[in-house]
């Protein structure tokens, strides 16, 4: 068993009106299937919905890789209720903070720190590990699991994760933003012959021009360097809030006549590897 399901695709914000009921609006949460293990890629408000399944299918180790933390990535994490749960373990692991003297744990703990937010970090009973990496490490999450990670071109960092599992790979390469005509070489080697790719396809490449420096990129790109790495297939993510059903259905339309290898994600949309 190999899986990705998406529980959250938008990017920057959540978003709530009958434009946005097709594709979702909650912002980044990624429920990985590795054989055994179920793990998590981001925090966004996808992983409340999450939480009630893995309540439900009594998930008791609990890993949570992060992009990095912004809001959008994170902000779902004070209402993942099996953090709560001392009968639970969770790991949580970032690459984005540990050259810049910050630590993930840090960072939560601010986050949860009145009066932003009303209970603190340590009520989490079930967090056991916070573990900082430097973004280029390599690790295995479990026995059958092997992790690469990459930097990623965004405001304050973020890392991008290639997840190999039986023989399969799935990369997360959210949030990135390209320099036209120059392929990032960390995302290639990366992605490279990879399964499935997740990248952050914010704008369009007409879109683009208007938002250098905000740290996002384009499902253009995304194909571009999916055919150059020699990738299977793409999912288009990270979904501008702009992008109301009607937007999305047409990159949709242009993405598969640019490429057939694409996929746009919407909210609880699995994609099996296996």
Known sequence: MFY???WGVRGSIAC?????????????CVEVGAGAHRFILDAGTGIR????????????TIVLLLSHTHWDHITGLPFFRPAYDPNRRMHIFAGHLKSQ??????????QMTEPVFPVPLEAMKAIVECEDFDAGDSFELFSDV???TAPLNHPNRATGYRIEHAGKVVCYVT???????????NILSLIAGADLVIYDSTYTDAEFPAHIGWGHSTWEEGVRLCRMAGAKQLAIFHHDPDHEDDTMDRVAEEAQAMWSGTVVTRQCMTIRLD
């Open 16 to 28: 709530s009106s009958p434009d946005h009921v097709k594709y979702g609006g909650n912002t980044s």
């Open 175 to 185: 949030d990135t933003e390209h320099v036209p005509g120059r392929p990032d070489e």
């Open 4 to 6: 990705v399901r998406f």
């Open 49 to 60: 919905s999450l939480s009630k399944v893995f309540r439900e299918d009594d998930v008791r």
């Open 146 to 148: 092997r992790v690469r």
């Open 101 to 110: 003297g910050l630590s993930i744990q840090r960072v939560l703990d601010h």
